[in-house]
């Protein structure tokens, strides 16, 4: 194979996502001074904006990191040390960031699940009841489980702890719906929602976020983990004036800004959130007519962002990708977790739009063809029709 | 519609054509002094490896213009005022040349066509024949017509006139071909070849190209035409040591060096002829199981680079753009001089890919049927079909 690709690489990932010009343009821009006045116009718009994409009328922290570091955040903001939390695993991302919580001392109780299913709030309850003197002080579910294409309802999570009483903390993961699926931190009562900017936000990675309640803010003002760097305190002073503690990541601030703009005003959340969806079922269209299995197992659960695909029996998944990767330049997200070599994720967020989704769905059926996969042909012109039939 | 579409701008007319990332970024380096060594070694770089791309051992000249410049460049340097000149009008390009030489007082005559066919080499043989006081000074073809999707076999055309013994100089315009369809500038024995930066090289529109004969270089030592712009004169000793007589279009070349990379180096000149021919072909399957007619009706004939299709009876090919344009994000060439409204031509050329033909041609599907044309589904599908055959 040459060194050079011809044509656009396909980066079909659940993330990270393509980038639009304007936003790769504006990563390019000459870095500021990040004292300057100019950059506290900067960090005051991005961080305003930011509360829209969130749906909150509170802070939003932003920290120079990957989403891992605003899972750390939000958890030694909020926690004391060897506190228990519960956290409910939907998938590989719920079980990493429970392995977070294990490396910095705390108590973790899990629910485990089949990976295959949403949050079951009376599973939650039934474990919230049996902790009588109440030790959990937060539970930690992931919105969107980007290894699984399974979205839970995070307002019925809130509904499930409040309704027996229990005082725990709400931590969400919105790393992979945030920007692309409905996500309301406020209207839900969510205490710490992370997120990243890799995903529907159409950066690059290497910037994260906390979106915070009052309750979580206090819980902050009594926790003594020992914490510099992830500390909201000093953030939440410096953010006032659109500044930060440390030195920010100024070029992907540069990025936000512009994507923010084009998703917020020029493309309008609400039409992002639809055009995902749309995706999302052409995608289920064609999975569905190549006669494959989903890996989520609910049809009120499936993610708008990923579509995560079981290969037929004994097919080799990394087989199928590799083979697609090589014929058709296009990366396909792998099976993490138990799902290796079984499942291939299909990335479907971002900045895409109907033909690209065409290009991808038929780098997938040419790719099940040549591996000789047993498949029904003809996903694509499924997929199309749903297109066109769902303008 | 918003302001910004999501995704990536499906760009398939037949050029100017999609540009690389690593291109794109070389467009974007800081200006340097075109007077500079460094600027000089740069020059020397990009000619000799045009010769390459024109399969040529003898100059290469390079204007700061479009195409239709290096049009009138090949006529004002090789001809003198009045001479008589041969046009094969084979469609909307070629007429277009016609007008142009019409313009500068040459004395224009033309075999007409129905523009659905390549130069048919017994015509062109009859007229020279004809041509008793052998008054044509040169022959002017068009290798690919851009407007019709026919390639025509230059070396064909050469034998014609060789065969009857006319003197006559033959000028070939390689503007959709160079760089996308085998072009051999020496072996083929051209007088003048003229090229442009917009197609096949990768580049945005503004660079345009001469390649010449020994013959052509003699009779430009005889042109009384006057010139001062496109003088190959002037531009030839400054050539020598990589610059230009007036202020080239530097960031052009800074572009056209990465893509001469690409192509020669990284990629491979044969490599590229293959990859636009499968694309050709694919595109040619789903338009005969759309039960379309092309425009060119000659198999021998079919362009690997642009596939002109006629709408179905009395369908509108501008809506039909139009609808692709605006529900898709797709440009489709529209339908030149007659054409208008009665055809549109893919463009395949350039940097793309397989799965980029494919939302290409699905884009095409979707419009064919929200235009309600009369068309047969499963078109993209026989393309996939071949893609995968054709390996």
Known sequence: MSGHQPGRHFLQIP????????????????????????????????????????????PVFMFPSSAT??????????????????????????????????????????????????????????????????????????????STGVTSD????????????????????TVSSLASIDYQHDEWQVDVSVGGSQKGLMLPPGLSFNAVS??????????????????????????KKGFFPYTPATNLIFGLQESLKLILDEIGLQNVFNRHARHAAATREAVRHWGLQMVCQDPTAFSST?????????????QLRQIILSKFDMSLGTGLGKFNDRVFRIGHLGDLNDLSLAGTLSGIEMGLKICSFSFREGGVSKALDYLVRAD
């Open 154 to 173: 995070v307002a019925k999570v809130r509904r499930a702890i409040d309704d027996v009483r229990h005082p725990a903390l709400l931590l969400v993961d």
């Open 306 to 318: 990923v579509t995560a695909v079981m290969t037929p029996a004994n097919g080799s998944a990394n």
């Open 214 to 239: 009052d309750r979580a803010l206090k819980c902050h003002a009594n926790s003594q983990f020992p914490k510099s760097y992830w500390n909201w305190g000093e953030m939440l002073s410096h953010n």
């Open 69 to 146: 570091g605003a899972w750390e955040a939000a958890l030694t903001n909020v926690l004391n040390p060897g506190d228990s939390i519960l956290i409910y695993d939907t998938g590989y991302f719920a079980s990493q960031w429970r392995h977070l919580a294990t490396n910095l001392g705390f108590n973790v109780e899990v629910i485990e699940s089949d990976w295959h299913t949403p949050v079951n709030a009376a599973r939650l309850t039934e474990q919230l009841i049996n902790d009588r003197n109440q030790h959990i002080k937060a539970v930690c579910i992931v919105h969107n489980e980007t």
């Open 15 to 58: 993330g990270p996502t393509n980038i639009p010009g304007a936003v790769l343009a504006a990563l390019a821009k000459p870095t500021i001074d990040h004292r300057s006045d100019e950059f506290g116009q900067l960090g005051l718009e991005v961080l305003s904006n930011l509360q829209r994409i969130f749906k909150t009328n509170k």
